[in-house]
């Protein structure tokens, strides 16, 4: 009798466990934008959604936790290290956040941000239109946040970097001329502008010139929870093969995309000399060829 007694807890034991397995959700904690008019998050989030409903059925349930407050960039790395109040993080891929989190190879703005626009002073528009090589941009005033990849990536090639203390200072500083230009990206920069049109009026969009900075936008996940790496990995991967990210894309940017007109403007190729080597810059699906799309 006692052996059956002792036999039935051991059995409800195991059910609770794996009851518990089966109905825990996995816990997201992702953090919000630089700023109350930084908009930049609703595509990644929306992302990030589908990539977790598309995997309900292999992983279970989940849910997602909000931390409302922005952080630079140095301080979100280290909560996603620890992995405490935030376990997963978007943001430009470098070396460092790829050695000290769990990177997800897979571009969530399929290279749209390799290519930057040039935010500018209305005065400068005419200088802007010669300008045609690296060198040329040297010689100027480039308006960046500290901790920024794009900070790290221009100033390993001896730009004359600026350093704005905020995010929305960086458009400030811009109508100061206290420098000459800010690289934004195509999905970015029409709405930061048009947002501070009345405040900043003298703000405005180099019209024939772009740069290209090898940078891809990747889901980092905390070490401490690698199997919500492995969940969102697999998400994304089925997102890329149905065509989800791209319809996204498209559909979040597809006016700003047309603007900003790729084929018809100069490139100058600023380069990435610090792209983690893992990047895979072959993988053609996951990659979009902007300067091809109208």
């Known amino acids: 009798m006692l052996y059956f007694f002792r036999l039935k807890n051991l059995f409800y034991f195991f059910v609770c466990i794996v009851c518990f397995k089966l109905c825990a959700a996995d816990r997201i904690k992702v953090n919000t934008g630089a700023s109350s008019r930084d908009i930049r998050a609703e595509y990644t989030f929306s992302i990030m959604y589908e990539a977790l409903d598309q995997t309900k059925m292999e ?13 630079p960039n140095y301080r979100k790395l280290q909560q996603v290290e620890e992995g405490r109040n935030i376990n997963v993080a978007m943001a430009l891929t470098t070396q ?11 571009p969530l703005r399929r290279g749209i941000l390799n290519y930057r626009l040039l935010l500018i002073h209305k005065d400068n528009l005419t200088k802007f239109s010669n300008i045609a090589s ?17 900070n790290e990536v221009m100033a390993a090639q001896d730009y004359n970097i600026v350093n704005a203390f905020s995010y929305d200072a960086i458009f400030n500083m811009l109508q100061l001329k206290r420098y000459d230009y800010v690289p934004r990206g195509i999905h970015e920069i029409y709405d930061e502008v048009l947002l501070r049109q009345h405040e900043l009026p003298d703000i405005t969009v180099a019209p024939n010139i772009a740069i290209y900075i090898p940078a891809p936008f990747y889901m980092f996940v905390s070490k401490k929870t690698p199997h ?30 047309k603007k900003a007109n790729l084929k018809n403007r100069r490139i100058i190729n600023v380069g ?21 799309v109208n």
Do not use: C, M
Not at 96 to 106: A, D, G, Q, V
Not at 230 to 256: P, W
Not at 274 to 285: I, V
């Open 96 to 106: 460092e956040w790829e050695r000290r989190t769990i990177p997800i190879r897979i």
């Open 134 to 150: 690296v060198e040329e941009l040297k010689k100027l005033r480039v308006g960046l946040r500290r901790n920024w990849a794009t």
């Open 228 to 257: 919500l790496a492995e969940r969102l990995e697999t998400g994304l991967r089925k997102l890329v093969d149905n065509g989800f990210i791209e319809q996204q894309l498209h559909q979040y940017y597809g006016q700003h995309i």
């Open 59 to 71: 992983f279970g349930d989940y849910e997602v936790q909000v931390i409302g407050y922005s952080l």
């Open 272 to 292: 990435n000399p610090l792209l983690p080597p893992e990047t895979p810059l072959e993988d053609k699906s996951l990659w979009t060829d902007w300067q091809q």
